[in-house]
């Protein structure tokens, strides 16, 4: 992969925000190695965002290229632009690859989601949880830190979703309750002050974003669904099954605020142990 770079000087006292930051991509469209008029040669002490993700390259002489150009805009000008040449038979190869490097930073802003929320989600930290340099984020999310959000709740809610009906399946209502607490102390560890859930985070965005909020009500509906139809099955009422459907997820949720507010997994461990007794309540009285 041949790229270009060209890095526009920042005003003095300008200081570059993630929120002010998008990436516009323009596939197809012709670049020369001469950048736009005032573009300069990249020099000792550039910051060099090349590399979208590493070892993309796919190198070759004597195919057909794909042009195509990714520009990062900050506020009121331009500071990077990007140039990539890709050969079309490396396509499908490299493909794989740039999706891996997609699903790190996803992986990345959602552990960060968790344990910082959406306002202290930063960018620099994503990347480095993430394993990927800073500049690929825009690559690959060109709605920057909002749309890299949005989909890492999503991601989370598609995850949690899925373990919940694999533990329905396999191990029946009673080892789910259980088990949708572990996912959470799972990824914690022996740390309960790290204890947190993404998609909760992106529900605390309402007002300031409301599609962050839209993917939290989504994931949690989805939460909510396979118990209910898991308790219809054992012939509870349809009203009764999602009433208690929504306890739990909102109970779980609950405990782990208040998990993270003591330091202690003992809050969460009451949450699961109050559930299990309200189900076999609700499943003697059916």
Known sequence: MIE???VGEIGMGEQRRDDDEVAVEHPGEQTSARLWEGGRDIGEGDVDDR???EDEEGAGAGDEHIPSMSTVIHGRRDYTMTVGITRFADAEAIEPTRRDGRDRL???ARRLLAEKGYAGMELRDVADRGKAPRGSIYHHFPG???QLAVEAAELEGREIRAAIESSLAELGLVETLSTFGEMFRRRVK?????LGCPVAAAALARPEDP???AAATAAFQSWEAPIAAALREEGVKKKDAVDFAGLVVTTIE???IRARAAGDQAPLDSAVAGLHRALEGLLAGK
């Open 4 to 6: 270009l770079v060209a």
């Open 211 to 213: 599609a962050l909020a």
């Open 144 to 146: 920057g830190k909002k």
């Open 190 to 194: 022996d740390q309960p002050e790290r």
């Open 106 to 108: 996803l992986n990345g």
């Open 254 to 256: 609950g405990a782990l």
């Open 51 to 53: 590399r979208v993700e």
